[in-house]
């Protein structure tokens, strides 16, 4: 069995080889130290982890060869990820996220020659932080609503609007911007999808802080921002299409190691709860049966999809994990406390309950991807307006 293609790293006959070599190097390199919450120190923590795996040759672990990843089959990624949250490592939905699995794969299959060489090695090598300009304040799960616009003037465009959830737009070098450059038979024309460095004059961000604690997400605001052309990715006016390219990377595997760590959390629950409270561990029995569930699902899925683009299948994967997020940190609240040690503070379970209730409105709300599985799954009709 062939792991890797040629340009990669070394090869690896079976796939218990290269999950032994994931699990002596994640031994040997996870940090010890919880990532800062937020701010620049976050920032210099998350940077300095990509580097270490750039170092050990494990980022970009779904990149293809060519642009220097480890051209990891899906099954080898599941590996990687279930490795990955058995040893305690980073979060991989932190800062670097954008870049390595939305922005750096737009790159690849977008973007010009001089794109890819500029922008690629900087993500991988754990140069360069990029954000998300998506999301506005009439356009969150709707994308195509969005009415930030651009004027072309001579070789720029002059950006004017507002994003908002951008997260780490205040730590970022380079955000993946999509406004409206004209009109259309459909909301989803005209639209740009362009490169946008965080330092250009005009950018104002504003931190906010979320009832978890941290600065994580941003608001974001261009006053007469001015984007050379050459930044544009996919041609002006294909926006749409250019940000739906992703799609064709992006297998869901990089959220395996949240969804593989919450089920490991539902084991050490059942491991502390005591026998006698057999509400609770009734409870966390049918917590460890939806996980497994769900799991199964997540990887079936991403196999299936290996050589396709995904279909909206993921938005079962997707809803069904933000919701058992949800009610697997409230059975820890109920099981210690809320004044035990593990729960207080910015890396105790208060703060995973809290932040869990981002995950049925990031990416699309539950109630929109609970309309793509009726509609696009189950072929049911599309409700009243």
Wanted: charged share 20%.
């Amino acid at each position: 069995m062939r792991l890797f293609s040629a340009k990669g790293p070394p090869l690896y006959a079976t796939a218990s080889e290269f999950r032994l070599a994931a699990r002596r190097w994640l031994a040997g390199n996870v940090p010890t130290e919880p990532p800062p919450a937020d701010g620049p120190e976050q920032r210099a923590f998350v940077l300095a982890w990509q580097r270490r795996q750039a170092e050990g040759g494990w980022a970009g672990i779904s990149w293809p060869g060519d642009f220097g990843g480890r051209g990891a089959s899906v099954l080898e990624q599941i590996i990687w990820y279930e490795e990955y949250a058995r040893a305690g490592a980073p979060s991989p939905l932190d800062a670097s996220f954008v870049g390595l699995n939305h922005a750096g794969p737009t790159l690849m299959a977008c973007g010009t020659p001089d794109q890819k060489a500029r922008h690629l090695p900087p993500i991988l090598k754990g140069q360069v932080i990029w954000c998300q300009g998506f999301s506005e304040p009439g356009a969150g799960s709707d994308l195509a609503g969005i009415k930030a616009k651009a004027r072309i003037e001579g070789d720029h465009l002059i950006v004017n609007g507002q994003k908002i959830w951008t997260s780490f737009a205040d730590i970022a070098d380079f955000q993946e911007l999509l406004v409206r450059t004209g009109a259309g038979d459909k909301p989803s024309a005209g639209l740009t999808w362009v490169i946008c460095p965080m330092d250009t004059p005009g950018i104002t961000v504003r931190p906010i802080r979320t009832m978890a604690g941290p600065r994580k997400y941003c608001e974001v605001f261009y006053d007469d921002v001015r984007i050379p052309l050459s930044n544009v990715v996919g041609g002006v006016g294909n926006g749409w299409a250019t940000a739906m390219s992703t799609l064709a990377f992006e297998r869901g595997t990089a959220s395996l190691a949240l969804l593989i760590g919450l089920t490991l959390t539902v084991e050490r629950l059942l491991t502390d709860c005591d026998v006698d409270r057999a509400a609770l561990r009734a409870r966390l029995a049918q917590l460890r049966a939806e996980g497994a569930a769900l799991r199964a699902m997540a990887y079936r899925l991403a196999l299936e999809s290996a050589d396709s683009v995904p279909d909206a299948g993921g938005s079962m994967v997707r809803v069904g994990f933000a919701e058992f997020a949800q009610r697997v940190t409230a059975a820890a609240m109920d099981l210690y406390g809320l004044d035990a040690p593990g729960v207080v503070g910015a890396h105790g379970l208060a703060h995973a309950y809290l932040d869990a209730f981002s995950e049925t409105i990031a990416g699309g709300t539950a109630e929109i991807q609970r309309n793509i599985i009726g509609e696009r799954l189950l072929g049911l009709p599309k409700g009243p307006r």
